[in-house]
């Protein structure tokens, strides 16, 4: 799995959109970028994933440099159960063959 | 449709006591994989069991082991217990790309 750095923590106020980096430099042509994260105490939850073009779902969007060195996660209209640890993994499986290596995340708290 | 379910949700135990946590994957889905979370070393692949064998193992010491049933039901044990191994043990059931996790175990060594 690729190596990824991402800030310790950020804030954002309720309604705003949540704009997260990760930088990935070192990820490989056929590793995806995946995004999860954990509210308290509880499991991770698979938020979104893409390999090059840029991803919508409900939850989020994700935005990948032309490069793939760095990426962003875009929750559009952050509300206050947004607050968690989110988790950039660059991975080939997305966590479908075990081993997805988590970093310490950015935690995000949105604030009212 | 049920998610990932694992059992207990809390734990305690005593330094050198063995434990076993369980873990019930979504239906259909054939891998079952654990982690460790600390709040020292977050979260950290413990093994991943496929198809009842084990397919990738972390770097964990071999107190700790796991097994996988035919029903794709997964068990772990951690033996010889030390005050270190309490965390919140995670387990995660996977289907091609789709990978959930259950709500953890949160055991507790004193």
């Known amino acids: 799995d690729a190596k990824t750095t991402q800030p310790t923590s950020m804030d954002c106020a309720e309604g705003r959109a949540a704009n997260l980096p990760c930088n990935h430099s070192t990820i490989s042509g056929n590793e995806y970028v995946y995004w999860y994260r954990q509210i308290h105490s509880q499991g991770p939850q698979y938020i979104i994933h893409?390999?090059?073009n840029n991803e919508t779902n409900e939850m989020a969007s994700l935005i990948i440099t032309e490069d793939r060195k760095s990426s962003t996660l875009i929750l559009p209209h952050a509300t206050l159960r947004d607050t968690a640890v989110y988790y950039c993994i660059g991975t080939l499986y997305g966590g479908s063959q075990g081993n997805l290596i988590f970093g310490k995340g950015t935690k995000l708290s949105v604030k009212p | 449709k049920a998610g990932v379910t694992q059992t207990p949700r809390y734990l305690i135990k005593t330094r050198g006591q063995q434990v076993t946590l369980s873990c019930s994957p979504i239906?259909?889905?054939?891998?079952v994989s654990w982690y460790q979370q600390t709040p020292g070393q977050g979260l950290q692949f413990l093994f991943e069991y496929f198809s009842e064998t084990q397919r990738n193992k972390g770097n964990f010491p071999g107190r700790f082991s796991g097994r996988q049933f035919s029903n794709s039901r997964s068990e772990m044990n951690v033996s010889t217990l030390e005050l270190g191994d309490s965390a919140l043990y995670l387990c995660?059931?996977?289907?091609?790309?789709?990978?959930?996790f259950g709500s953890g175990t949160r055991l507790t060594v004193v």
């Open positions: 893409g390999l090059k």
């Open positions: 995660a059931s996977s289907q091609g790309n789709e990978v959930t």
């Open positions: 239906s259909g889905h054939r891998s």
